[in-house]
């Protein structure tokens, strides 16, 4: 189990490894179906194991994973909740713009420093999201149309570009500005996001696939694990509610920040 595979486009990882690495984006796809923030499980995990020896190698593979979950999470909202795509798309193409530009500086940042970015933002989110256990319960647009645009495509130029640079709490973040900012329902924020989010997911991708970057083997197997986990992490909110994911969020957040903090420290 820690004889590392040698197997093309696994970035010689072992067979554990494997296997956490594919429940971790189980999980993942789990929670952003509901909430968003599936990276702050897939990727810090991907951190701890290093595939391919490089932090780079990380954030540009979990990017292959993350953009098909969040592709059929964003199908299954169009099919049920009424999207807004006059504003969603040029939100969406102005955060995959963004999320270009924070994947080329994230190619030029030491592995540990992308560590503890992460380790902040999973501490920041995770605290923000405990704090607040209810939002968007109302539906209620804060701007006229126009400059419901403009806070929309600020929101998504900001976040897009940090999905680029790091990604985790990318889905939560979205949802946060739609609600706390713009005035979205958690529903329709959902919706809305899991649109953005597949475009700062591939517009990353179209910086790291050319660098090199990805591994593709290990993207594709974590990638069809994403989209169980979003399918089935639908199933779980419908039948037992979002609490019961939000509870199991936190405890896998809680454990992951301990993990990286490990890690820090025994790296010196």
């Not at 798309?89 to 924070?102: E, K, N, V």
């Not at 570009?161 to 946060?176: E, H, N, Q």
């Not at 990353?204 to 197997?221: E, M």
Request: proline content about 4%; charged content about 10%.
């Amino acid at each position: 189990m820690n004889t590392p595979l040698d197997w093309a486009g696994f970035g010689a990882v072992t067979p554990l490894a494997l296997a956490v690495l594919c429940v971790a984006a189980f999980v993942a796809g789990a929670v952003d179906a509901i909430v968003g923030g599936g990276g702050l499980v897939q990727l810090p995990a991907m951190l701890l194991f290093s595939p391919g020896g490089a932090a780079v190698h990380s954030l540009a593979t979990n990017k292959v994973a993350s953009v098909f979950g969040t592709a059929s999470a964003a199908v299954g909202y169009a099919r049920r909740v009424r999207i807004d795509w006059a504003h969603a798309l040029p939100m969406a193409l102005i955060a995959l713009c963004g999320a270009l530009g924070g994947a080329r500086l994230a190619a030029a940042l030491p592995s540990k420093i992308l560590t503890i970015v992460v380790l902040v933002a999973l501490i920041a989110v995770g605290l923000y999201i405990w704090r607040r256990p209810e939002l968007g319960v109302v539906h209620a647009p804060r701007f006229a149309r126009h400059h419901q645009l403009l806070a929309m495509c600020a929101g998504g130029l900001l976040i897009g570009f940090w999905d680029g640079l790091a990604g985790p709490g990318t889905g939560s973040f979205l949802v946060f500005w739609l609600v706390a900012v713009v005035g979205f329902g958690f529903l329709d924020a959902s919706a809305t996001s899991k649109i953005v989010n597949t475009a700062t997911n591939f517009g990353a991708l179209l910086f790291f696939v050319p660098a090199g970057v990805v591994l593709v083997g290990l993207g594709v197997v974590m990638a069809l694990c994403n989209v169980a986990g979003s399918l089935i992490g639908a199933r779980l909110a419908i039948r037992k509610g979002t609490g019961f994911v939000r509870t199991v969020f936190l405890v896998v957040v809680c454990a992951l920040i301990l993990s990286l903090v490990w890690k820090i420290v025994r790296a010196g």
